[in-house]
């Protein structure tokens, strides 16, 4: 596993392009953490890397979109579990159908979408709990890669700043 | 009135199937198979979402609509559909039913844009906009500024949200603070017993340095979290949640922050209408202080009924009586639904 604390949310989009720069088709990356966490401005960070069309939102009410490259390289899928209640509904909205020629970033899917790959990153991040200590508002992030895909010593060059 | 032609439309981009008819700006019906009431069961999880729901309901649906209108598969001139933006599984609902009617009535078929129908939603309403309006749209789904010229053809956007929709921030915020889905009307209640001013929430986007890169965007995620840390914060202190001063502060700040960006548009591109839509356009604060803030403006507010303002196939209908009057292309027959489709393309 790989831990990084970060400052704030122009690192946090960041980060996600460094992370981008791994990714390819057929990837599938699981972000977990509380309501305000910075899951959606990791994954716009991860849309910019990966030089999608965007503008890449919370997809909660829509439950996911599909962002198409403007480099011709793999769209982005942007899932949201949030509003989901279990497996059944995951298979519902088709994610499977593209997660072969996509890179799929599933919000709220820890304990949901890990079905949907053997081979996967599982990110977690957590922030404090209660009112911001001071002007620093740290996120504390875990990175694990799950499968032999994903090399925690890349990983590490490539994330820690 | 009857010489104009009649044109079928057909929303499926979320979670409600809809089937409206139209001619010119003359709403004939407005069939929705709506699964609200569904979800509320389930506290906000939507099972009936998946593309399978809107199978089902689509043909009743097509019926009913067909129904209230008096008219019959084989009077209607034309058919448009909502291509994007939206869940790509349920557009393609939506767009093989209407692609699939089409070639059954041979008539021609037209993908459109689903923001821009909620604007064309309002010719339904109060009559053709003549002039660009400014559009501010509100839902579960989006959080958008638009400035419409026409319709049927110039449509840009001016900002949207960096983050979350105005209505999904309403129901994070209802489940925080123990209130049931949709959290939309749930607030409104709470907030009517809550002091606005006893909580001094965030307004996204607003500092002078936002409003340089940032200045018609919105951003609901801070608020949001902002509200999470001053709930954890009383439970910490073992504090009561003032329940109502929470929500009425949180309404506040969303609805101060949405019209005073759609305000400054109108004043900034020198446009004299707003159109509010959306289903938070619903919302009785947002209502309230579009009026007070346009009206000192002189900016002239429209705003459709709240069956026009959430999502219908009439506003689709709608939109596609104003592409046909335009005399404008027909989609060709192989279009592919768009999840993301910009706002700028109002006709695929």
């Not at chain 2, 019906?29 to 999880?45: I, K, L, P, W, Y």
């Not at chain 2, 919105?218 to 910490?236: D, H, I, P, Y």
């Not at chain 2, 279009?335 to 993301?340: G, L, Q, V, W």
């Amino acid at each position: 596993m790989i831990e990084l604390d970060v400052p704030d949310a122009a690192r946090m989009h960041a980060l996600g392009e460094r992370l981008a720069t791994l990714l390819c088709a057929g990837d599938l990356l699981l972000l977990g953490g509380d309501l305000g966490a910075g899951k959606t401005t990791l994954t716009q960070g991860i849309g910019a890397g990966l030089g999608v069309r965007g503008p890449v939102t919370s997809p909660t009410f829509v439950l996911a979109r599909t962002h198409p490259s403007l480099v011709g390289g793999a769209p982005l899928v942007h899932v949201d579990a949030y509003r989901l209640g279990g497996w059944d509904e995951l298979e519902d909205i088709d994610v499977d159908a593209t997660l072969d020629e996509s890179v799929t970033v599933v919000e709220w899917g820890e304990g949901l979408a890990e079905g949907l790959a053997g081979e996967r990153l599982e990110i977690h991040i957590d922030r404090s709990v209660g009112p911001a200590a001071d002007a620093v508002d740290l996120r504390h992030v875990a990175v694990t890669g799950i499968g032999s895909r994903w090399d925690e010593d890349q990983l590490r060059r490539t994330l820690s700043v | 009135m009857t010489s104009q032609p009649l044109i079928l439309g057909i929303e499926t981009s979320c979670d409600e199937t809809g089937v409206g008819l139209v001619r010119g700006t003359t709403m004939l019906a407005n069939a929705v198979a709506s699964s609200v009431d569904e979800h509320a069961r389930f506290g906000g999880v939507v099972p009936e979402v998946a593309s399978r729901a809107h199978l089902e309901a689509m043909t009743p649906t097509l019926h009913r609509a067909l129904d209230e209108a008096g008219v019959g598969l084989e009077d209607v001139d034309a058919i448009a559909v909502t291509a994007g933006p939206g869940l790509a599984g349920a557009l393609m609902v939506g767009v093989s039913a209407a692609k699939a009617l089409a070639i059954a009535v041979d008539k021609p078929l037209y993908g459109v844009n689903h923001l821009v129908g909620h604007v064309a939603a309002e010719q339904l309403e109060n009559g053709a906009l003549t002039e660009p309006v400014v559009a501010l749209l509100v839902s579960g789904g989006h959080t958008e500024l638009l400035e419409v010229s026409d319709v049927a053809s110039a449509a840009k956007l001016l900002g949207g949200t960096i983050d979350d929709a105005a209505g999904e921030a309403f129901d994070k915020i209802a489940r925080l603070i123990g209130l049931p889905y949709p959290g939309g009307p749930h607030i409104q209640k709470a907030a009517a017993d809550g002091d606005p001013s006893s909580i001094r929430f965030p307004r996204g986007l607003t500092s002078e340095r936002d409003m340089t890169r940032h200045r018609y965007d919105f951003s609901f995620s801070g608020l949001k979290t902002a509200v999470a840390r001053w709930v954890e914060t009383a439970e910490r202190d073992g504090v009561p949640v003032p329940v109502a001063d929470v929500a009425a502060a949180f309404q506040e700040s969303v609805a101060d922050v949405l019209t005073r960006k759609a305000v400054l548009a109108c004043q900034e591109r020198d446009i004299g209408t707003m159109v509010l839509a959306g289903g938070v356009a619903a919302n009785a604060r947002v209502r309230d202080l579009a009026r007070e803030r346009c009206a000192e403006a002189g900016i002239e507010l429209r705003q459709p009924r709240l069956s026009l303002c959430t999502d219908n196939g009439a506003m689709i209908a709608a939109l596609g009586a104003a592409v046909v009057e335009q005399n404008l292309e027909p989609s060709a027959p192989d279009f592919a639904t768009d999840s993301s489709l910009p706002v700028t393309q109002v006709l695929v």
